[in-house]
Each structure stands twice: as C-alpha cells, then as structure tokens.
C-alpha cells in the first residue's frame, strides 16, 4: 500500500507540474526535472566520462536523438548522419564513446565526428560496455523465437560475431545489456532471465533463479553485482562473489535500469516512474518519488555528484515518443 | 433479502470486512444491480454501456479467419470457442482444455516456450505445431469462467490484502498471499497472475488465436465500465457515486502497454482498438451469477461449508466499491499440494499454488480444478489438498446428507437454472422437422422423445468417469460437430490430426504403428505423443452429420454404377469405390471409410472420444475395450442405438434461396464447367427419392501433385471422398484440411481430376462465377 500511495502522489505531481518530495521522505534529495524532453522522443539511457560530459540517448520509431549536458545545460547533439534509434552509450573519456541501438547501429565520438562503424547485424543492439578502448561487447538481438540473441566484440579494428555457448534456456532470443569489472569478468543478462559470464577467457550460462527478462546488470567490483529486470514485477539477482540470490520485489513493477558506486546500495529505476534505492545486502527497496508517471529505463550518476534517470512512454513501440529525465545530487554515502 | 441476510451473518466474514473497515460506517451490504443469469450484462449497467456489452460480445463471438489475423498458430479461432458453458463467458468442456510449456531449468526457474507459455496445437503452415525444444514441463489447463470479473476488478488491493496470512499466524494451516502484476495484486487468472481485464483478454487473444492487438490508447481506457485510465482525477469522478467506498485501486491502469506482433502477412493490430475496447468492456460488464435463494438444504450445507474451513479460502464476499461482492474467492494464493501442482511457476505463484476460484456458478462450469480433472464437485472437493486439507478432510468425514447439503449450497450459487451436460440449454426444443438440426419428419411420441435423448447424448460431454479416454480430441460429439448446430460441422480449433510417414527416397507413405491418428488430448500434463518417425501432418476437417440417414440409404449399387476407375470414358474423371476388406462399401468419412451410421458412430466414440462401445453382432468399428478407469463398454447398447438413431434421423441441411434466376443459371454452370461429375447432384435414396446430396460419394484424386497426405487403406494420400456440397453455406471453412475459408477458395483449391472444372470456372466472367457461387450457397 506503501507503494500505491506513493504512485499516487507522483501522478498528481505529474499532474499539476510540481516535483517536490514528499514531506514523509525528508532523507533522499528530490528528483526534479533534468530537461523537458517531452517532445524530443525517448531517452534510453544515460552516461558519460565527466560531471561537464554526459550523454542521453534515444530516438523516436527511426531516428536517433543524443542530448549532452556540458556542465550547465542540456542540448541537443548534432550527429552529422542518419541513424536509427540509440539504445545505449558507453566510453572511455571525452574522445572515444560509443552508442549502439536499431538496426545493428553502432555510432562511434571520435572527438571530432560521430561514425557510424559496420557490424555484421542488423538486429537491434541494446547494450554496450567495454573493459579497454579495444575490447568492447555489444548484445542485442530481436526478442523474436526465431532469431538468435546477438553478441558481438570490437578489437580495436572491427565488429565482430562473437562466439557463446549453445544456451541451455530455451526462447533466448535477445541480450539486453553487458557490463563488467575487467576483460575476464563480464556479465550479459536478457531475455528470460539469460546470464553469460566470461572468465577464464570463455562465455559461460549461469542460472540465477530467475524467470523473467533481465534487462540491465552493474556493479562496483567483482563481488557486488546487480542484475534488474522483470515485466510485469520487478526481480532483482544478486551476485555476492558466491552465490546468486534472486528476489521479486512485489510491490513494483518492472526495472529497466541499474547503477551502483558504492559496493552497498544500488538505483534502480523502471516502469511508472519507478525509482528505488535498493540495499545490496538485503535487497530491500527504499522507494523515491521520481516524479514522473513515464517509464525510466536507465539510471546513472556522474563525477560531479548527480544522479540522472531517463526514460519516456516506452510501452509502445509505436509510439507516443515522449522522453523523460530527472535528476537529484547524491549523497555521499549514495 | 433473505439470501443477503444469510450472508451477512457469516461470522468470519463478516468480523474480517469489519476489521476492514476502520470507521463507524452501516456494515456493508451486498452489492445491488450486479446479479443476473450468466451472460447477460450487470443490471446497473447504463443504456450505453448496454450497447457496448452487445458489441463486445459479438467480437468474443467473431470467428477468426487467417485472413482476419489468425495464425500464425492457434488453438481456437474464437473467443467463445473456450468461454461457452454453459454461455458466452463462461468456462469451456475439457475439449477446449491447453496446455502451458516451458522449461524448468536447474536452479529451479521457469521459462515458458510456445507462444508465451501457450502450446499451440494448430500451425497455417505445418498443420500440427511441434512441441518446442527443450520443453521439459506440460500442463493442462481447463478453460476459466470471466462472469463478474469486472466487480473482482473494483475490489482494492487493501480488501485482498486484508486476508492474506502469508506466514500463517494465525495457525490455521491455511496461509494465503496474493500474487502481484505490475506492482498491484493480481486476481485474474488460476494463479492470480494477472491485475489487469485488458492483459486477460489480449494475452489469450494472441496466445490462442494468434491475433493481435495494440494496448487501448489512454482515451479509450478512461472510458471503460472499470476506471483504466492513469488520471486520478478520472478515477475519482468514476467513483464519486459510489456511497461507502472512500478508496479504490487504480490496478486497471496497470495493463501491458506493449503491442502483440506477429508474422502472419495480416497487418497487425488485426483487431481495431474499438473492437478491443468492446471487448474489453464486455468482460468488465457480465453480470454476476444470481444466486438461489435460500433453501434449508443450502442454508444447513452454507453452514457445513463454514464449519469444514472451506470459507477460509473461498471468502463468502469481498468489500467493493458498490458493496459486498459474493465471489466466494480471497483471491489468494494458497498451495493446494503435490497432487494438484503443475510445476508452472507464474509471477509470485509457485508450481503447487493457484487463486482460490470463485464459485459463484459453479453448477454450470465444470469440469473442475485447474486442469478440469475432477467431474463433479464432490470430487473436485475430494482432489483438495495442501492447504485445503485439513477442510477435504472434514467434508469427507462427513456423512451423506451433509455432504449433500454442501453440494445443494454450492449448486445455490447460481447458474443452476442454466446447467446441462453439454451446451444444449436445457429448455431448448428440438429443431423443426425439415430444419437445421432437425429430423427428417415430424415426430411424435416415443419417436420424438428418442430424438431427443439422442440428441441430448450428442451433446451431453462425457467425463472420464463416465469412459472419456485415455485419449481423445473431443469430449462429446457436439464437440466438433456444432456448426451452425447440433449435429453440424466444425470450425477451425477442432481439427483431427492424422499423422504419417513419408519417404521421400521411395516416395511411399506408411501409416504408423501407433495409427494415423495424433489425439489431441491424453493424460493430464502431457502432449499424447505421435509416432517418432512421423513427417506429415494433415488436418481434417469435422464434416457435418446432417442427412446422413439419407446417404445411408442410397442403394451401394447407384454408388458404383458410377465409378471410372480406369477413366475408361476419358474425360479425365475417375472416381474410385471404396471397398473394406469385408466387402461392403464405405461412404463416410473424408476417406469413405466407413460404412453406416452406427459404425459411424462406433467410430467416432472411439477414436475422438476414446469411449468404449458394446459388441455388437454384424458391426465392426470402435473399440471394445481400453484402459482408463472407467468400466467398458462406456457406452451402453441403448445409449449406442440412441445415438446412431438420432443421426440417422438427422435432416439434410434446407435449400435457401435468395436470386432465384442466378441460381439457376449457377446451377446450369455447375454442371458446364464439370462440378457435377463428381458433385453429383443426386443419387437415389432408399425409398425412391432424390438424396441431392450433391456427391457421388466415391473417391477421387483431388489434391496437387506432389501434396503430401496420409493414406488411409486402399485410400491413397491425394484422393478424398467427394463431400456433399448441401449446407455449404454454413459449413466453412472448406477442404479436408480447411484450408478455404470461402466457396471460391475451395473451388481454386482443387487439383487433380478437377483440374480442368478449376480451369473452366476460372475462365468465367465474373457475372457467372457470381451466379455459380449464389448456386452453391443456396445448397
């Protein structure tokens, strides 16, 4: 009832316009409006090198939109080429980032000019990280039965398939997002609750005790990792360094988006505004008034202290293509 | 009144809705405007939203076609193909039962295959969907009644809430937690899994029929019967009227916003938003069962019902907006045991869990549990466990009368009045003589009353009590054929499967060992298996029934007399007779396999039905015995004369005329382009008279070259009996398979020895192909 009380009042702060906390949640600094990206399409998600760099990506049915923050104000990135929807970025400072999305897109910021560098799909890519400017992952794939998840590997030169084994799950047929510590500690998670992890050099199928579409993975090192997904309720799986544990966090739907820096506390963000602090030792929510009533697909927060969450009507692929992004400083103990 | 007062004074109940309520409001009553016969629209429901009801039902009775959305793969092509018993919105007969799939992997989580978790049987392309890899879990579910979800749907997740005792604090041994869909309480479904009517009937749509749809746009959701719509604002105008209710969930708004897709070539959504909404506010609208009012029989089993425990699960009533709402459900999770769990995990449920089922009409809606195993309450009550134990326990210590009491209470619930053994209602009088589904002449006396109990066994369905299995397609003969009526032919979603072998190096065709026949139905939590090495699947189409008595007294001989095996006049037509090793002629069937009523008959008892049937001297056909619980034979000698009689005594579908002149002229076209060599248009009957049944009745090479088919005996895999054309117009889709879903796609669907009739009919003007198919459907 906690929750639905909650829901309810972030309608109504939808609603009239007004974003202030509520009285009862004195602790957590207040979510406020990043930009009004009402009319710009959809953000997916959130990143970047520096508190004066950071990048919002999205788009609309087939184009791609990336807004920047450059310490003062957010504006729109003006790419030079045609591309489809973005889904996720990720970088290695100012010159060297890269965003992936529709259509086996994969933009590269050079510093200078984005590109678009050739990948051998053109299935959907959901998701990008890498360990070292040469050593980068992107998965995706179409959620269709009939077509295979899609991973692939750039070294430095090229995109290319990767190779993973054979998956015991059945009706995997989409990895959303990748994350990791290091080149031999890497995490994939998707569709039907799929996790790969790579060391020793090899891909390997974990099972985690979870059902639903996992749909986004982070963490601060190798024993503290979070996994966060679910359609229709939100599930979290944990990683401790020995074991997986698995949970429904009843009272809310689905999570889309998760980002940590301290080893104990994890954002969490998803469908209807959702917004939560999760405890990493005992994965219990503390839930925060986002403000918005829209979906959050991606959650992160920069060196300079803020965090942003980002999102839009995303239901629909046919649209509407309304975006959303919030904001609120952190903490230090966040 | 009285039965409302019977209620309020539940002493359970009524202490756990007034520790509900925290403020000194009048106790609650039972809700008014809400109650009427199943299926019909809520009384308090407001002249438009009458309108809508009646719109939306006739979109649940919509027939999908493939060229509607249907498909790519599906189990039925209508909404009330499932949701008939004993009307439009209730359960479904254990025909209509499906099974869920997927994978338990090894920590234990679940990942449903087929379509969402859906084992669909029928596929456009292959005939019989495969079982996908790596599926290692089955389970039967049993079709579920949606009478008064709406009200289900005003109740707060705070009323549902108020009775959950997850951790059993209470130590009763009966614990209760609810599930959760999008962060609200689910109540929808056997496991509670979905919170949403929207998410209830576009899940099904797509899952079952294949059909797609978009999520109501927000303008559409804030006009449904139950407040839908993400505006608090609307929600609270929606409920300003509603005296007593100082809150009310918003759950509806949580229905799944993303779009079904698919890949049939038919543009997606291929149902329109307004027909979805229709639909929607159909499902939100049906009234509530109204109740029996109180007997001493129901009142003394009401209290029994209390005393057992059953209460503790099936709530009496729960608090809505409009007053008590007499579902008898909590709406909770309980664990029912090992001996009912099907292993599916969904959202919070586990494998051993289901939503406590509201028993409002449950006289009408068996068979019972989540699989329809259990026959009869008594026996569902009996298959309790788990949880409920320690209450199946008590009631069947229980003596007779008690028990008896018990069933009388629940029999009170409503829809006693509608109950059957089938879908017949039970006041519904036989057909015209002359008519659809009626006898060939008047009768009277005991001839009449013969005709009806036939036909009351045509429809009754059989349990497995009463000999159903092990294993079967359908679970009475109504089942398959009911289109347009009893006795009638069958839609898509009843299709026998035959099954065979292929081999292509020799280009021969073997039956399997097991038979052709790829039952749809066995044991419960599995698929029957077909034969390892069989490659060709092929559908069969339900014929109708209609006039078989007059096909059966054609003298064999005017068959024969014209058969041209060897094409001996040349005019590219063959027709072969069908011969059994026994000598006599076979004319029944898609491959005249059979041949008489009774056999038929025998046959079809058998092989859809797997009930036994008694030997009988000088018939063939249909087994004597099987192995399932019930005594062989499951069908008595009286029961079996019965039957065959009414079929036999079934008229011929009428002549309806519209164009009278174009007719005509379509009729002399039949005849011109060579329709009629095979489509005879008549043979003479026993007594003398024209049968025009408008067939020969012999087999011919009808299919492509090279199309791949199940042989059956002398039967090759191309060759059919020629179907008599009386009725087409009521009687699609069309083909063994069912492929044409028109008279003209059945025509262009031909091949073979009528190759050259397809060519002629396709070198018509426009004009006379219209006369030739005004023709046909005034058959």
Request: glycine share 12%.
């Given at each position: 009832?906690?929750?639905?009380a909650?829901?309810?009042?972030?309608?109504?702060?939808?609603?009239?316009?007004?974003?202030?906390?509520?009285?009862?949640?004195?602790?957590?600094?207040?979510?406020?409006?990043?930009?009004?990206?009402?009319?710009?399409?959809?953000?997916?998600?959130?990143?970047?090198?520096?508190?004066?760099?950071?990048?919002?990506v999205?788009?609309?049915?087939?184009?791609?939109?990336?807004?920047r923050?450059?310490?003062?104000?957010?504006?729109?990135?003006?790419l030079?080429?045609?591309?489809?929807?973005?889904?996720?970025?990720?970088?290695?400072?100012?010159?060297?980032?890269?965003?992936?999305?529709?259509?086996?897109?994969?933009?590269?910021?050079?510093?200078?000019?984005?590109?678009?560098?050739?990948?051998p799909?053109?299935?959907?890519?959901?998701?990008v990280?890498?360990?070292?400017?040469?050593?980068?992952?992107?998965?995706?794939?179409?959620?269709?039965?009939?077509?295979?998840?899609?991973?692939?590997?750039?070294?430095?030169?090229?995109?290319?398939?990767?190779?993973?084994?054979t998956?015991?799950?059945a009706?995997?047929?989409?990895?959303?997002k990748?994350?990791?510590?290091?080149?031999?500690?890497?995490?994939?998670?998707?569709?039907?609750?799929?996790?790969?992890?790579?060391?020793?050099?090899?891909?390997?199928?974990?099972?985690?005790?979870?059902?639903?579409?996992?749909?986004?993975?982070?963490?601060?090192?190798?024993?503290?990792?979070?996994?966060?997904?679910?359609r229709?309720?939100?599930?979290v799986?944990?990683?401790?360094?020995?074991?997986?544990?698995a949970?429904?966090?009843?009272?809310?739907?689905?999570?889309n988006?998760?980002?940590?820096?301290?080893?104990?506390a994890?954002?969490v963000?998803?469908?209807?505004?959702?917004?939560?602090?999760?405890?990493?030792?005992?994965?219990?929510?503390?839930?925060?008034?986002?403000?918005?009533?829209?979906?959050?697909?991606?959650?992160?927060?920069?060196?300079?202290?803020?965090?942003?969450?980002?999102?839009?009507?995303?239901?629909?692929?046919?649209?509407?293509?309304?975006?959303?992004?919030?904001?609120?400083?952190?903490?230090?103990?966040? | 009144?009285?039965?409302?007062?019977?209620?309020?004074?539940?002493?359970?109940?009524?202490?756990?809705?007034?520790?509900?309520?925290?403020?000194?409001?009048?106790e609650?009553?039972?809700?008014?405007?809400?109650?009427a016969?199943?299926?019909?629209?809520?009384?308090?429901?407001?002249?438009?939203?009458?309108?809508?009801?009646?719109?939306?039902l006739a979109?649940?009775r919509?027939?999908?076609?493939?060229?509607?959305?249907?498909?790519?793969?599906?189990?039925?092509?209508?909404?009330?193909?499932?949701?008939?018993?004993?009307?439009?919105?209730?359960?479904?007969?254990?025909?209509?039962?499906?099974?869920?799939?997927?994978?338990?992997?090894?920590?234990?989580?679940?990942?449903?295959?087929?379509v969402?978790?859906?084992?669909d049987?029928?596929?456009?392309?292959t005939?019989?969907?495969?079982?996908?890899?790596?599926?290692?879990?089955?389970?039967?579910?049993?079709?579920?009644?949606?009478?008064?979800?709406g009200?289900?749907?005003?109740?707060?997740?705070?009323?549902?809430?108020?009775?959950?005792?997850?951790?059993?604090r209470?130590?009763?041994?009966?614990?209760?937690?609810?599930?959760?869909?999008?962060?609200y309480?689910?109540?929808?479904?056997?496991?509670?899994?979905?919170?949403?009517?929207?998410?209830?009937?576009?899940?099904?749509i797509?899952?079952?029929?294949?059909?797609?749809?978009?999520?109501?746009?927000?303008?559409l959701?804030?006009?449904?019967?139950?407040?839908?719509?993400?505006?608090?604002?609307?929600t609270?105008q929606?409920?300003?009227?509603?005296?007593?209710?100082?809150?009310?969930?918003?759950?509806?708004?949580?229905?799944?916003?993303?779009?079904?897709?698919?890949?049939?070539g038919?543009?997606?959504?291929?149902?329109?938003?307004?027909?979805?909404?229709d639909?929607?506010?159909?499902?939100?609208?049906?009234?509530?069962?109204?109740?029996?009012?109180?007997?001493?029989?129901?009142?003394?089993?009401?209290?029994?019902?209390?005393?057992?425990?059953?209460?503790?699960?099936?709530?009496?009533?729960?608090?809505?907006?409009?007053?008590?709402?007499?579902?008898?459900?909590?709406?909770?999770?309980?664990?029912?045991?090992?001996?009912?769990?099907?292993g599916?995990?969904?959202?919070?449920?586990?494998?051993?869990?289901?939503?406590?089922?509201p028993?409002?009409?449950?006289?009408?809606?068996?068979?019972?549990?989540?699989?329809?195993?259990?026959?009869?309450?008594?026996?569902?009550?009996?298959?309790?466990?788990?949880?409920?134990?320690?209450?199946?326990?008590?009631?069947?210590?229980?003596?007779e009368?008690?028990?008896?009491?018990?069933?009388?209470?629940?029999?009170?619930?409503?829809?006693?009045?509608?109950?059957?053994?089938?879908?017949?209602?039970?006041?519904?009088?036989?057909?015209?003589?002359?008519?659809?589904?009626?006898?060939?002449?008047?009768?009277?006396?005991?001839?009449?009353?013969?005709?009806?109990?036939?036909?009351?066994?045509?429809?009754?369905?059989?349990?497995?009590?009463?000999?159903?299995?092990?294993?079967?397609?359908g679970?009475?003969?109504?089942?398959?054929?009911?289109?347009?009526?009893?006795?009638?032919?069958?839609?898509?979603g009843?299709?026998?499967?035959r099954?065979?072998?292929?081999?292509?190096?020799?280009?021969?065709?073997?039956?399997?060992?097991?038979?052709?026949?790829?039952?749809?139905?066995?044991?419960l939590?599995?698929?029957?298996?077909?034969?390892?090495?069989?490659?060709?699947?092929?559908?069969?189409?339900?014929?109708?029934?209609?006039?078989?008595?007059?096909?059966?007294?054609?003298?064999?001989?005017?068959?024969?007399?014209?058969?041209d095996?060897?094409?001996?006049?040349?005019?590219?037509?063959?027709?072969?007779?069908?011969?059994?090793?026994?000598?006599?002629?076979?004319?029944?069937?898609?491959k005249?396999?059979?041949?008489?009523?009774r056999?038929?008959?025998?046959?079809?008892?058998?092989?859809?039905?797997?009930?036994?049937?008694?030997?009988?001297?000088?018939?063939s056909?249909?087994?004597?015995?099987?192995?399932?619980?019930?005594?062989?034979?499951?069908?008595?000698?009286?029961?079996?004369?019965?039957?065959?009689?009414?079929?036999?005594?079934?008229a011929?579908?009428?002549?309806?005329?519209?164009?009278?002149?174009?007719?005509?002229?379509?009729?002399?076209?039949?005849?011109?382009?060579?329709?009629?060599?095979?489509?005879?248009?008549s043979?003479?009957?026993?007594?003398?008279?024209?049968?025009?049944?408008?067939?020969?009745?012999?087999?011919?090479?009808?299919?492509?070259p090279?199309?791949?088919?199940?042989?059956?005996?002398?039967?090759?895999?191309?060759?059919?009996?020629?179907?008599?054309?009386?009725?087409?117009?009521?009687?699609?889709?069309?083909?063994?398979?069912?492929?044409a879903?028109?008279?003209?796609?059945?025509?262009a669907?031909?091949?073979?020895?009528?190759?050259?009739?397809?060519?002629?009919v396709?070198?018509?003007?426009?004009?006379?192909?219209?006369?030739?198919?005004?023709f046909?459907?005034?058959?």
């Amino acid at each position: 009832m906690e929750r639905r009380a909650r829901w309810a009042t972030a309608i109504v702060a939808a609603i009239v316009g007004c974003s202030d906390p509520s009285p009862s949640a004195p602790a957590t600094p207040s979510w406020s409006a990043a930009f009004d990206a009402r009319e710009l399409g959809w953000l997916l998600n959130v990143w970047g090198p520096s508190g004066d760099d950071l990048y919002a990506v999205g788009g609309d049915r087939d184009s791609a939109l990336v807004m920047r923050f450059d310490g003062r104000a957010w504006s729109r990135v003006a790419l030079g080429l045609a591309s489809p929807r973005l889904h996720w970025i990720y970088g290695f400072g100012r010159d060297d980032l890269t965003a992936v999305g529709d259509a086996g897109a994969v933009l590269h910021w050079d510093g200078r000019a984005w590109t678009r560098q050739a990948t051998p799909t053109d299935a959907p890519l959901w998701g990008v990280w890498g360990a070292a400017p040469n050593d980068l992952w992107a998965v995706g794939g179409a959620g269709d039965a009939n077509a295979p998840p899609v991973m692939l590997h750039w070294d430095g030169a090229a995109w290319a398939a990767a190779e993973f084994p054979t998956l015991t799950r059945a009706g995997v047929s989409a990895f959303f997002k990748v994350w990791g510590t290091g080149a031999d500690n890497v995490y994939v998670v998707g569709q039907r609750g799929v996790v790969l992890h790579r060391s020793g050099g090899a891909w390997r199928e974990e099972f985690v005790g979870v059902s639903g579409d996992l749909v986004s993975v982070w963490g601060t090192d190798a024993d503290h990792v979070l996994a966060v997904g679910g359609r229709g309720n939100a599930l979290v799986a944990r990683w401790d360094g020995r074991a997986w544990t698995a949970r429904s966090l009843d009272l809310y739907p689905g999570l889309n988006g998760v980002w940590m820096r301290t080893p104990d506390a994890a954002h969490v963000v998803g469908v209807n505004g959702t917004a939560l602090r999760l405890d990493l030792a005992t994965l219990a929510p503390t839930e925060e008034a986002s403000g918005t009533p829209l979906d959050l697909h991606a959650v992160f927060g920069d060196a300079a202290g803020r965090l942003t969450a980002v999102g839009g009507s995303l239901g629909n692929a046919n649209g509407p293509f309304n975006g959303v992004a919030v904001t609120r400083p952190m903490t230090s103990t966040e | 009144m009285s039965f409302l007062h019977s209620l309020r004074r539940w002493g359970p109940a009524g202490l756990a809705l007034a520790a509900a309520c925290s403020d000194p409001a009048p106790e609650p009553t039972i809700a008014t405007g809400i109650f009427a016969a199943m299926g019909d629209v809520r009384p308090n429901a407001t002249p438009e939203q009458r309108e809508t009801f009646a719109r939306g039902l006739a979109v649940a009775r919509r027939r999908f076609t493939p060229e509607m959305g249907l498909g790519p793969t599906y189990n039925v092509s209508s909404c009330t193909d499932c949701h008939e018993r004993p009307v439009a919105g209730g359960g479904g007969a254990r025909y209509r039962n499906f099974l869920l799939t997927g994978q338990t992997l090894p920590d234990q989580s679940f990942t449903p295959t087929g379509v969402n978790g859906v084992l669909d049987q029928y596929s456009l392309a292959t005939g019989r969907t495969p079982t996908p890899a790596r599926t290692n879990l089955a389970a039967t579910r049993n079709p579920i009644p949606f009478f008064g979800v709406g009200l289900l749907a005003e109740v707060s997740d705070a009323e549902i809430l108020s009775r959950a005792d997850p951790d059993d604090r209470d130590h009763d041994g009966v614990s209760g937690r609810p599930n959760y869909d999008r962060g609200y309480v689910g109540r929808f479904g056997r496991k509670a899994q979905t919170v949403s009517i929207e998410g209830f009937i576009r899940g099904p749509i797509f899952n079952h029929l294949g059909v797609t749809t978009n999520p109501l746009p927000d303008a559409l959701k804030a006009r449904l019967p139950v407040p839908s719509a993400a505006d608090l604002a609307h929600t609270r105008q929606a409920i300003a009227g509603l005296a007593g209710e100082r809150q009310t969930s918003q759950a509806q708004v949580a229905a799944p916003d993303e779009p079904t897709t698919d890949d049939d070539g038919v543009p997606d959504p291929e149902m329109s938003e307004q027909d979805l909404f229709d639909l929607v506010s159909y499902a939100m609208l049906t009234a509530a069962p109204s109740p029996d009012a109180p007997t001493a029989q129901t009142a003394a089993g009401r209290a029994t019902f209390d005393r057992v425990g059953c209460a503790a699960c099936h709530a009496p009533a729960l608090r809505g907006p409009r007053g008590l709402i007499p579902a008898y459900s909590d709406l909770l999770l309980h664990d029912m045991g090992a001996a009912l769990a099907d292993g599916v995990p969904m959202k919070l449920a586990t494998g051993s869990e289901f939503r406590t089922q509201p028993l409002w009409g449950v006289a009408a809606t068996g068979p019972y549990l989540h699989d329809g195993r259990a026959d009869t309450l008594d026996e569902a009550i009996t298959l309790h466990g788990g949880e409920a134990q320690g209450a199946r326990d008590r009631y069947v210590a229980l003596s007779e009368a008690e028990r008896a009491g018990v069933l009388a209470f629940l029999a009170s619930l409503g829809g006693g009045a509608q109950a059957t053994e089938g879908l017949l209602a039970p006041d519904a009088p036989a057909p015209s003589p002359g008519a659809w589904g009626g006898p060939l002449s008047a009768l009277t006396g005991e001839a009449a009353a013969r005709f009806e109990r036939g036909r009351r066994l045509f429809d009754r369905d059989f349990g497995y009590g009463q000999g159903l299995g092990p294993s079967f397609n359908g679970d009475s003969c109504r089942a398959c054929h009911f289109d347009p009526v009893l006795g009638g032919a069958g839609p898509r979603g009843v299709d026998v499967t035959r099954q065979g072998i292929f081999d292509a190096l020799t280009e021969t065709f073997s039956a399997p060992a097991m038979g052709t026949m790829a039952h749809r139905f066995g044991a419960l939590d599995a698929r029957p298996a077909v034969d390892a090495m069989a490659n060709v699947f092929e559908l069969r189409q339900t014929p109708p029934t209609l006039g078989l008595g007059l096909i059966e007294s054609i003298p064999a001989s005017a068959i024969v007399a014209r058969a041209d095996p060897d094409d001996a006049d040349g005019d590219g037509v063959r027709g072969r007779a069908r011969y059994l090793p026994d000598g006599r002629l076979g004319r029944f069937g898609w491959k005249a396999n059979v041949p008489t009523v009774r056999e038929f008959v025998r046959d079809a008892m058998t092989n859809e039905m797997g009930v036994t049937v008694p030997a009988v001297a000088g018939e063939s056909f249909g087994a004597l015995a099987d192995d399932d619980r019930a005594r062989d034979p499951e069908l008595s000698a009286t029961q079996l004369d019965e039957l065959s009689a009414f079929v036999a005594a079934l008229a011929p579908p009428p002549r309806t005329h519209g164009d009278v002149t174009l007719e005509s002229q379509g009729e002399a076209l039949f005849a011109r382009v060579g329709c009629a060599a095979c489509h005879a248009p008549s043979l003479p009957g026993g007594d003398g008279q024209p049968v025009p049944l408008y067939s020969d009745l012999l087999l011919h090479d009808v299919a492509a070259p090279g199309a791949l088919g199940v042989v059956d005996g002398p039967a090759g895999a191309r060759e059919f009996r020629t179907p008599p054309l009386w009725g087409i117009a009521r009687t699609a889709p069309y083909m063994h398979d069912g492929r044409a879903d028109t008279v003209e796609a059945a025509i262009a669907a031909h091949d073979g020895e009528a190759g050259a009739s397809v060519r002629a009919v396709t070198a018509l003007d426009a004009r006379d192909r219209e006369a030739l198919v005004a023709f046909l459907r005034s058959l």
